[in-house]
């Protein structure tokens, strides 16, 4: 790729690549949607758990650990108590929401929008987490929109499904409602039949391959490829009642995007698909930039709803044997303000500690904004963690609470834009807010870790943008950035900003009207997918 910086064309990189070789073959071979479900099989970021441990063998012992067919069967019994237990909590959101599932939801859309809430008292607040003001703005041009929301922590809740269903500013379904138990164990039971699949197309094969395969066995037996396989019928169910012209998804190579694409074709192919690259584009995401060619899945939407120029470019020579198309629509987290009143301010010694919503990364982070604290302690820290990683499930997982530190303060601010307003630095991995936090003069510490791959989205970045791997070291960077006068600041600042405004623009009623040009959903005509991307 041409985009990758040196640390991305190390060994851990080439092993990674290799790992992702063996996912795509098994993809291909094995024609079944419960194998697109599986997480092992889809090479994305955040990188997963199971990838990073299998990259981590690799470079340590040239092979992988696999489990035992006892382990196996032992997980496989497990899993099928977990399916039973699925199916009995979504008989009884179905009984307790029955009326709700017919009332008014026959009512057609043109576009179904797919995503998740973190706050299920207020999924009706008209700004999305994912998705900004996008179903006003088509509201406003005369689209008829349905937002389907699926719960970001991953409980199959009755507040949750309530307060989904009692939106009425904006049209909102949950998504589990729609799937019977008679489906829960349906699936079930397919992902024990993958699981055996996987095990037997390995006995066939070279060490590396027979291993990774039971690893993706036993990555098969768990809650999140039962929750992506459901996602088919989820699809297919809004998509029978609303018959949608688009249906819009998150495009961040998570396996229920690809399994609730087969649902919508499946369901109704006049329906196109769409994919919304929200976040950064990393060169380890390779379902983004190198997804799957020659195969029997639909690797990809037809359309690709992008950040910027600089997200379609990294995409675009990757999915050239797929046809499908790139617009560049822009992300509501730029608010298009740049000024030099955002610029640099030193003379806040602030640091803004921005994790992903990842509890391993939180972790990394603030502990070593801990040990850095204690170092600088005429600097203040604020942690402020991910919806999807609230404050007190990382605080539980880490063995001293941050808050207890003096010049440690956990963010209570509703907008990330208030925290930048108070800081002068980001220490940060791989977290996309990163970007914003440069047009907001934020000086960027971006933390290396020898024992973790290395993340960093702004890797292409030159100016504005410093590498540590020790407190010490961010002692030293920030002092001298506290010392340094604002005027020697704003030339490598008014650089970094040029980046960024290449990687992502606001969302614009220019971009929003070639959408739906593209998409037909105004009075043009549409451009139809296998033409040549913009």
């Known amino acids: 790729m041409k985009f990758e910086p040196d640390h991305f064309r190390s060994s851990w990189m080439a092993r990674y690549r290799e790992l992702a070789d063996l996912m795509y073959t098994v993809r291909s071979t094995l024609r079944s949607r419960s194998v697109l479900a599986v997480s092992t099989l889809n090479p994305r970021h955040p990188i997963s758990e199971d990838h990073r441990r299998m990259?981590?063998?690799?470079?340590?012992?040239?092979?992988?650990?696999?489990?035992?067919?006892?382990?196996?069967?032992?997980?496989?019994?497990?899993?099928?108590?977990?399916?039973?237990?699925?199916?009995?909590?979504?008989?009884?959101?179905?009984?307790h929401f029955r009326k709700e599932l017919v009332r008014d939801q026959d009512a057609p859309a043109d576009l179904v929008m797919k995503g998740y809430a973190f706050r299920p008292v207020e999924p009706d607040d008209g700004n999305d987490f994912y998705y900004g003001t996008l179903f006003d703005d088509l509201e406003e041009r005369g689209v008829r929109c349905v937002r389907l929301i699926g719960d970001a922590r991953g409980g199959i809740d009755v507040?949750?499904?309530?307060?989904?269903f009692a939106c009425r500013r904006i049209r909102t379904l949950p998504e589990l409602v729609w799937v019977s138990?008679?489906?829960?164990?349906?699936?079930?039971?397919?992902?024990?039949?993958?699981?055996?699949?996987?095990?037997?197309?390995?006995?066939?094969?070279?060490?590396?391959?027979?291993?990774?395969?039971r690893v993706a066995a036993a990555g098969s037996l768990r809650r999140h490829p039962l929750r992506s396989a459901l996602a088919y019928h989820v699809a297919r169910a809004v998509v029978k009642k609303l018959r949608p012209k688009v249906f819009l998804t998150l495009f961040e190579g998570q396996p229920w995007e690809i399994v609730m694409r087969h649902g919508?074709?499946?369901?109704h192919p006049p329906c196109r698909t769409a994919g919304y690259q929200h976040t950064v584009v990393m060169p380890h995401a390779l379902s983004?930039?190198?997804?799957?060619?020659?195969?029997?899945?639909?690797?990809?939407?037809e359309w690709v709803l992008c950040t910027g120029e600089r997200t379609r470019d990294m995409m675009l020579e990757g999915h050239a044997p797929h046809l499908n198309r790139f617009v560049v629509l822009g992300s509501y987290r730029h608010d298009g303000s740049h000024s030099v009143a955002d610029g640099p301010a030193p003379a806040r010694r602030?640091?803004?500690?921005?994790?992903?919503?990842?509890?391993?990364?939180?972790?990394?982070?603030?502990?070593?904004?801990?040990?850095?604290?204690?170092?600088?302690?005429?600097?203040?820290?604020?942690?402020?963690?991910?919806?999807?990683?609230?404050?007190?499930?990382?605080?539980?997982?880490?063995?001293?609470?941050?808050?207890?530190q003096s010049n440690i303060r956990v963010s209570d601010r509703a907008s990330i834009a208030d925290d930048f307003a108070r800081a002068s630095s980001v220490l940060y991995r791989g977290t996309s807010s990163a970007f914003y936090a440069v047009l907001k003069g934020l000086k960027l510490f971006y933390l290396h870790d020898a024992s973790h791959p290395d993340v960093d989205?702004?890797?292409?970045?030159s100016a504005w943008r410093e590498t540590v791997s020790a407190p010490e070291e961010l002692k030293v960077r920030l002092n001298a950035l506290a010392s340094d006068p604002r005027e020697m600041l704003e030339r490598p600042w008014?650089?970094?900003?040029?980046?960024?405004?290449?990687?992502?623009?606001?969302?614009s009623a220019e971009t929003l009207e070639r959408f739906l040009f593209e998409a037909g959903l105004n009075q043009g005509e549409p451009l139809r997918a296998g033409t040549s991307p913009i």
């Open 159 to 164: 507040e949750f499904t309530r307060a989904a």
């Open 494 to 507: 008014n650089e970094a900003c040029d980046y960024v405004r290449g990687y992502t623009r606001p969302v």
């Open 264 to 267: 919508v074709k499946d369901e």
């Open 55 to 95: 990259v981590r063998e690799l470079q340590t012992q040239g092979h992988l650990t696999s489990p035992s067919l006892l382990r196996l069967a032992v997980q496989a019994v497990l899993f099928g108590c977990l399916v039973l237990l699925e199916a009995g909590a979504l008989f009884y959101l179905r009984l």
């Open 457 to 461: 989205p702004l890797f292409e970045l």
């Open 350 to 404: 602030t640091v803004l500690v921005l994790p992903e919503g990842v509890l391993e990364e939180a972790c990394l982070l603030f502990g070593f904004a801990m040990r850095a604290a204690r170092l600088v302690p005429d600097h203040t820290f604020i942690f402020r963690c991910h919806p999807r990683v609230p404050y007190e499930r990382v605080s539980r997982a880490m063995r001293q609470r941050p808050d207890r």
């Open 288 to 301: 983004l930039i190198r997804p799957n060619t020659g195969s029997w899945e639909r690797s990809v939407p």
């Open 181 to 213: 138990p008679r489906v829960v164990i349906e699936e079930g039971v397919r992902l024990l039949g993958t699981a055996v699949q996987l095990i037997a197309m390995g006995r066939a094969r070279e060490r590396l391959m027979s291993d990774f395969c």
